[in-house]
């Protein structure tokens, strides 16, 4: 198959894959790798290995590596040592000891071993922290703990990508190639963040002056790519030179603008990667030793779980933490996979044996998302602990609430809560702010704030702050699932409640109001009139007149703003695709409209309204029902895509 047919091949699998994932929201990696396995010589065999495609996909873990260099930030590795440096080397090395004491327990050799430890170590970083911040448990206990060792064990590859393929040497050579591979690693880590970190500064400044993001771009790559093949040729790995651009200009003021930048590289040729490594996995061998390959998965993700856990408990998280943290790191990941090729080019892993550890490794990845989105119910499940700390938090929002009456209930503590609660303060209304981010609650807190630590989405964390006292309601965050959550509990604990909800722009005004939002506020919205207001007073329309139109907009519920004309790069964003535009419509002779009433056209039912009528040099805003259509006429629809085709046919044709 020519290389035009295999790219193409690849494109139309992955697309077709990918909208399938993320339609069931399952991770996109899994969906590369699926392509993979579908595709493979050992499926359907519609592309056969090519060493091309291979190479190339190297790349996507060059540019992962890279990545993690730019997240690995000195102070923040120094303000979670304890997790990073405890939990996490005490993870990965009673992992390897574990793995290497069953594999000599059974017979086998201790390098297979090592390897086997170093891939059962490693947990998927991409799958979950997708999941994590999906699921806004970034900053609870067990998530700061998560994190803190897929950095360790982000760490940890480095020297496991020089170790790995030394093992394959004899004894002696072994030593030798061991102490003189970590002497260069030694010697090009001191060279490169030494003298390093101001050479990359000084060039980085002098290619941004020159203001081309061509340039920039081009330069970046030439970085990542250049340190990579500089460790290369020093005989380590072309991850180690990526890993340490990263962490180069990660001290620089250019590090966000890399990563931006950096992106699309990393995410496409990242996918190859797991295309490639799909590819890679026979199917009848795998189907020829299922019970081995089901049982390495079982009792690899159960070893692991019981030892995150274990580790956890041990480092003084409670019960219900300790067992999502195990949930959390208990699948292997990514790196895994990229320790069975290195391992399998060195020889270590022969014959059937990467298969069966490749195959468990891509199962562990398959249920990852399952175990995270069931860990809170096994945690309350199984962990008696839990339902007291529950009751114990709950007691605590109640402890802070139970005096406090018509206040007013501000669901999330960021900047919009807190500047709503400040003007609320200065007003002399009380108010009580709960958030589910410890540090900040912790930090409000202390400065005397009425802010407590609970969900908002959770019925009885909302009976415990007082909501059927409360005389209003206001969810400060634009997230429109977590503001219907909130609305359901709202109005069955208190029918009379009035509810204020923040949402991004007018896609989701309808669903709100329809949930029993008292008033909905768009982000986008609200920054059009306030750009509009300072514009209009700036060309000298008296205030009085600008604070009328403003609020005539507001009294209308934002009917004059909703939608607008769509461009090209509207239809990149599939929630602007579905969301309610505008679309002009001449009205040309002969046409259906020309003669009748707006009323008469009754385009309401095919949820579709006019806006606005040009007419000549005129612009008739908000026309009332009885306004005549005339020929020549361009009215401004708004509405959805098919509410707007079926509009246009009844202005044109009289049909729908």
């Not at 970046?220 to 180690?240: C, D, H, K, P, Q």
């Amino acid at each position: 198959m020519a290389a035009l047919e295999i790219a193409l091949l690849l494109l139309a699998s992955a697309v077709f894959v990918l909208v399938l994932f993320r339609t069931l929201k399952l991770p996109p990696l899994l969906g590369y790798l699926a392509v993979g396995v579908l595709i493979g010589p050992h499926a359907l065999s519609w592309v056969q290995e090519s060493g091309d495609v291979t190479r190339l996909a190297e790349f996507g873990v060059v540019f992962l590596m890279f990545s993690i260099g730019l997240e690995f930030s000195l102070p923040k590795l120094f303000q979670m040592r304890r997790i990073v440096f405890g939990l996490g080397s005490a993870q990965v090395l009673a992992t390897l000891a574990l793995a290497m004491g069953a594999v000599l327990v059974a017979g086998g050799n201790w390098r297979v071993g090592i390897v086997l430890g170093g891939i059962m170590a490693m947990s998927s970083t991409a799958i979950v922290v997708r999941e994590l911040a999906d699921r806004l448990q970034l900053d609870t206990p067990h998530g700061q703990e998560v994190l803190g060792v897929l950095l360790f064990q982000d760490l940890a590859v480095v020297p496991l990508l020089v170790l790995i393929p030394a093992l394959g040497e004899s004894k002696e050579e072994l030593v030798i190639r061991l102490a003189y591979a970590f002497v260069k690693a030694a010697v090009i880590l001191v060279v490169l963040l030494f003298l390093g970190q101001r050479v990359m500064r000084a060039w980085f400044h002098v290619v941004a002056r020159r203001r081309s993001d061509e340039l920039f771009i081009l330069n970046v790559l030439l970085v990542t790519l250049g340190l990579a093949w500089l460790t290369e040729l020093a005989g380590l790995s072309l991850a180690l030179g990526a890993f340490i651009g990263g962490m180069l200009i990660a001290e620089t003021e250019y590090r966000h603008q890399v990563e931006e930048d950096i992106k699309p590289f990393r995410e496409v040729l990242m996918g190859l990667f797991f295309v490639t490594v799909g590819m890679l996995l026979n199917l009848k061998v795998v189907a020829d030793h299922w019970v081995a390959v089901l049982g390495l998965f079982l009792a690899g993700v159960a070893l692991k779980f019981a030892l995150c856990a274990g580790l956890s408990r041990l480092f003084g998280a409670a019960p219900g933490t300790a067992m999502r943290t195990g949930f959390g790191l208990a699948q292997f990941g990514e790196f895994g996979l990229v320790l069975i090729a290195v391992a399998g080019d060195s020889g270590i892993l022969s014959g059937e044996l990467p298969q069966i550890v490749m195959a468990s490794v891509l199962l562990s990845m398959f249920a990852a998302p399952f175990l995270l989105q069931h860990s809170d119910w096994m945690a309350m499940r199984f962990t008696r602990s839990e339902w007291m700390l529950r009751s114990l938090e709950l007691h605590r929002v109640a402890a802070q609430t139970i005096a406090t009456e018509r206040h007013i209930l501000i669901c999330g503590y960021g900047r919009t809560g807190q500047r709503l609660a400040h003007l609320v303060e200065r007003e002399g209304i009380s108010y009580v702010a709960l958030d589910p981010d410890p540090e900040r609650v912790r930090a409000a807190a202390a400065a005397g704030e009425r802010v407590v630590f609970g969900d908002a989405t959770r019925r009885e964390t909302l009976v415990a702050a007082g909501v059927a006292r409360a005389s209003a309601l206001v969810i400060t965050f634009a997230d429109t699932q977590a503001a219907l959550r909130i609305l359901h509990h709202a109005h069955a604990l208190n029918p009379d409640l009035p509810v204020v909800v923040r949402t991004r722009d007018d896609g989701d005004l309808d669903r709100l109001r329809a949930a029993g939002a008292a008033e909905v506020v768009p982000e986008t919205f609200e920054s059009s009139l306030m750009l509009a207001s300072q514009t209009l007073i700036l060309v000298g329309v008296p205030l009085r007149r600008v604070v009328r139109r403003i609020r005539e907009v507001r009294e209308d519920r934002y009917s004059l703003m909703q939608g607008f004309f769509h461009g090209g790069t509207d239809e990149a964003d599939p929630d602007e695709a579905r969301g309610p535009r505008l679309h002009s419509v001449p009205v040309r002779r002969g046409a259906f409209a020309v003669g009748r009433t707006l009323k008469a056209l009754d385009l309401a039912p095919l949820g579709a309204s006019v806006t606005a009528i040009r007419r000549r040099e005129q612009r008739l805003i908000a026309p009332p029902p009885d306004t005549a259509v005339e020929e020549g006429d361009v009215l401004v629809l708004l509405g959805t895509g098919e509410s707007l085709d079926a509009a246009e046919m009844r202005l044109v044709r009289g049909v729908s």
